[in-house]
């Protein structure tokens, strides 16, 4: 990853430590229902699941009508599980979706079975975060995506993010409130990963 331009922030971390993974996960068919009330919650409560059993850190997080990006911490390399499960139970906590088998459907009518749909995109987009300013490039881009697929003008104003929280809480810097963005396409280009 090449930087076209001088990194405007101060470190938030002063050493690098391996474990740091950036993902994209996508709905399936790119449906734009995960910022619905009922899916954000189900997200919410099987991450919250998932740590009991498998903890892992969350650097950033945000979640868009189709698609979310997050960066994680994790000891272990059950990332798989992590995001199986994830998916599973956040599938599992909303009827209108179907399990990734679809044996539960077998007994419905067609009519009835039209109404449901899968959830989540199959797979998931993994990439391994290799030193400090990645790291914090890649919490910047989760946290200003909102901006960067034009839903709001103020990452600030996108309820779906770690941005607010982690601000208020001083885990990121507080510049981090009001960055001018337009580097960030630079740096990652326009296409989405
Ligand atoms: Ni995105």
């Given amino acids: 990853m090449a930087l076209r331009h001088d990194f405007p922030m101060r470190r938030v971390r002063r050493y690098y430590e391996g ?3 950036f993902f994209t996960v996508v709905t399936y068919k790119r449906q734009k229902f995960l910022t619905e009330p ?12 998932t740590m009991k059993t ?10 868009m009508p189709d698609h979310m990006h997050c960066v994680w ?3 272990d390399d059950k990332i798989p599980l992590r995001w199986s499960k994830i998916k599973a139970l956040t599938t599992k906590a909303l009827s209108r979706f179907s399990h990734e088998s679809g044996s539960d459907l077998i007994n419905c009518s067609s009519r009835k079975r039209r109404k449901y749909g899968k959830l989540w995109q199959h797979s998931y987009w993994e990439h391994t ?17 909102p901006v960067k697929h034009g839903y709001v003008e103020n ?7 770690t941005l607010k929280r982690y601000l208020a809480s001083g885990k990121y810097p507080e510049e981090w409130a009001h960055i ?12 989405e990963r």
């Fill in 19 to 21: 474990g740091y993974y």
């Fill in 38 to 49: 009922d899916v954000i919650q189900a997200l919410r409560h099987a991450i919250a699941e």
């Fill in 54 to 63: 498998h903890p892992f850190e969350i650097e950033a997080w945000v979640v």
């Fill in 73 to 75: 911490i994790v000891d």
């Fill in 129 to 145: 975060i290799r030193n400090e300013t990645e790291h914090e490039l890649y919490m910047l881009y989760c946290c200003y995506n």
């Fill in 155 to 161: 990452a600030l104003d996108w309820p779906y993010s």
């Fill in 180 to 191: 001018d963005v337009s580097w960030l396409d630079d740096v990652f280009g326009s296409h």
